[in-house]
Every structure is written in C-alpha cells, then in structure tokens.
C-alpha cells in the first residue's frame, strides 16, 4: 500500500509495525484505492520514500528464509480480493526492481 501513497501510520496500529486489518479494510472499500491502482505508474524515479518503504525492505519481507511468509494460493482460498491485491503489489514490487535496475545501468 506504500506503492500507492499510503503512509505506515495510515495502516499500522498506533506505534507499532502491526497492521491494523481494521483500518486496511476501511481503505480498501474507499471509492478511490481501486483508482490508485489504475493509475500508479512503476516507472521512474519516485521522489523522497519513508525507510519501512524502500524497495529492499519490501522485498526481504516477502522472501525472509526464516519466516513462512504468505503463499498466494492460501490467501486467495482464504479472499480472493486480498489475494488479488496482494498479486498487484508483488507484480509491481517485480517490475519496479527491474525498473531501478534499468535505469541504474
């Protein structure tokens, strides 16, 4: 959701790295997060970002060995929507790597 603008304090419990699925759910049924999808462009540079934000960070989350992680076929048995959602952000976590690495060379 940092893809789309959406800051640590807008989805975290208050002083902690604990998703708050609360207010994720409210910002998911907002008229305007499916258009934020729609036009956020994975190209180019993207100007200052929050350190829980970096690219980095966000890709050892996903692929930490020592933790089980989330598998996409279980999330989507689990919600389809947040299956999806969560597809979105990892193609998009793919393609801006490929991005940064593109325009480093």
Do not use: C
């Not at 708050?20 to 910002?27: A, G, I, P, Q, S």
């Not at 934020?36 to 970096?54: C, F, H, T, W």
């Amino acid at each position: 959701m940092y893809f789309l603008g959406y800051t640590k304090q807008d989805i975290n419990k208050h002083n902690t790295n604990i998703l708050n699925w609360k207010k994720v759910k409210t910002l998911l049924t907002e008229k305007d997060f499916f258009s934020k999808i729609k036009a956020y462009d994975y190209r180019g540079p993207k100007g200052a970002v929050k350190s829980y934000a970096l690219i980095n960070r966000l890709q050892d989350k996903l692929t930490d060995p020592d933790k089980e992680g989330v598998k996409q076929e279980v999330l989507d048995e689990y919600n389809l929507g947040f299956g999806r959602i969560f597809y979105w952000f990892k193609s998009v976590l793919d393609v801006r790597i490929k991005d940064i690495k593109w325009r480093r060379t």
